[in-house]
Structure formats: structure tokens, C-alpha cells
């Protein structure tokens, strides 16, 4: 990407797992651990870009789908199987350190985000979860709130943007004040259109990975959508 115009491919890895897909990637000095769903975690070493190669693939109970990393610690958002903590000081052994469930244990772990001492879990239908990461040998769930369809999700300082998408919430993106991270506030609520698959904050513009309009451009202080564009991808951004 130095030349943001013309981005060159310099190398790719297969996975070998079945029905591995990769949805997710944290990259950690030159290990990258990626989220590939039925095809659980997998460990790849990134050290020479041109020949990127699988150190290590640790299976789940679920399906992972999106990651998160702080403190040696890899957090996992495993859809039916929670979220897992999982120490990654050895990249070729992977140690899962713990396992949390909402309290109706319904909810499936589709977002994860870590900020400080906090860590937001999108549940989907049990909303947004915020746990204790301050202690990850026993970290408790310290607050939630009722956001059914909490979805992906995207920090930048105090605030947090999740997408959400249920049958009565037409997609919208809920604006969360996270100045007190035991008592979440949404502060607005911001309509944009298909769905945000990923999200990245940059300034005071969302950058939407959208289904189905690809890539998706939101000014967050006005609430204005900016630009759509299917020609990045030819079809739903993931």
C-alpha cells in the first residue's frame, strides 16, 4: 500500500482447515492471528511478507469472528462459544486462560473491542457486554446494555461505534459514550444503509466495509453519509 493508488498483493497463505475463512486479522510483531471461523484460530507467521506461513491452528468451540489483542492476551469473539481469552506469549502453543458467556447465554460473541481496563463484547441478540480487563484470570462481566443485534464495533477515545441490525432496527449506528465505562450512555444515532460488516475510525469518519453497498463513508459529527461505492469490491464488503 505505498502506493495507495496501485496496492500490490506481496504474498498470501491458504489454509488448509476445512471451511476456514478469514474473517479477521491482529497482527502482533510479525505473527498474524486470524479469525477463520469453522477453521478456528490461526497462527501465521508474517516475518517475510512474500511467504507468509501457518505456524499454528488452535480449534474453538464456535467460530471465531473477530479478534482483539492487549497485554499478551488475545481476545476472541467466538460466537456461540463467547468470548475466549487466550495467552499467545508462545504463537506456536496457544493457552485458552478462560471463557466468558452472558448471562442468559444466548447471545453470540460477534464483536470484540479492548480500550484500557474494559473489553466490549458485541452479544448480538444479549446487546453489549462490557467485562473487566483488568484481570484476566477471572474477569467478570461489570455492565451491558440492551442494544439487541449489537454487531461490529469500532473505539476511538471515549466513544464507541457499534452497528446494529435487528428486524425492529433498521441498521443504524448507536454512538456509545464510554467516559464511564460502568455506566455506557448512547449519546446518538447515526442511519446509514446495508449493513457494516467492519468499521474503522479515522478522525471524525467512519469507514464502512458495508453489504451491500461496499465501501461506506460517514461523517460522525454531522451523522451525513459522505460516500457509497460498490466498484472497491464488485459485491458485499466483508
Do not use: C
Not at 497462527?43 to 468451540?61: E, I, Q, R
Not at 489483542?69 to 485458552?96: F, S
Amino acid at each position: 500500500v505505498r502506493n495507495p493508488i496501485a496496492p500490490l498483493q506481496l504474498g498470501a497463505v491458504h489454509f488448509s482447515t476445512a471451511f476456514a475463512q478469514a474473517y479477521d486479522v491482529e497482527v502482533v510483531g510479525s505473527i498474524a492471528y486470524v479469525a477463520s471461523g469453522l477453521g478456528g484460530i490461526q497462527v501465521v507467521n508474517v516475518a517475510t511478507p512474500s511467504s507468509p506461513s501457518v505456524l499454528n491452528v488452535t480449534a474453538t468451540a464456535s467460530q471465531p469472528e473477530r479478534l482483539a489483542v492487549q497485554n499478551n492476551v488475545l481476545y476472541v469473539a467466538d460466537r456461540a462459544g463467547g468470548l475466549l481469552l487466550v495467552d499467545i506469549p508462545n504463537p506456536g502453543t496457544l493457552a485458552l486462560r478462560t471463557r466468558i458467556a452472558t448471562n442468559s447465554g444466548l447471545g453470540k460473541a460477534v464483536g470484540v473491542v479492548v480500550g484500557g481496563d474494559t473489553a466490549y463484547v458485541a452479544y448480538g441478540s444479549d446487546g453489549l457486554v462490557l467485562i473487566d480487563a483488568t484481570t484476566t484470570k477471572d474477569p467478570a462481566i461489570v455492565a451491558d446494555m440492551s442494544m439487541s443485534g449489537a454487531t461490529r464495533m469500532a473505539g476511538s477515545g471515549n466513544t464507541l461505534y457499534v452497528s446494529v441490525y435487528n428486524s425492529v432496527t433498521q441498521i443504524p449506528l448507536q454512538v456509545v459514550n464510554i467516559a464511564d465505562p460502568l455506566h455506557p450512555l448512547i449519546s446518538a444515532v447515526i442511519n446509514v444503509s446495508g449493513f457494516a460488516n467492519d468499521m474503522q475510525i479515522v478522525g471524525n469518519v467512519a469507514f464502512l466495509a458495508d453489504s451491500p453497498w461496499g465501501l461506506q463513508t460517514v461523517d460522525l459529527a454531522s451523522g451525513s453519509i459522505l460516500s457509497q461505492s460498490t466498484e472497491v469490491s464488485g459485491g458485499p464488503a466483508v
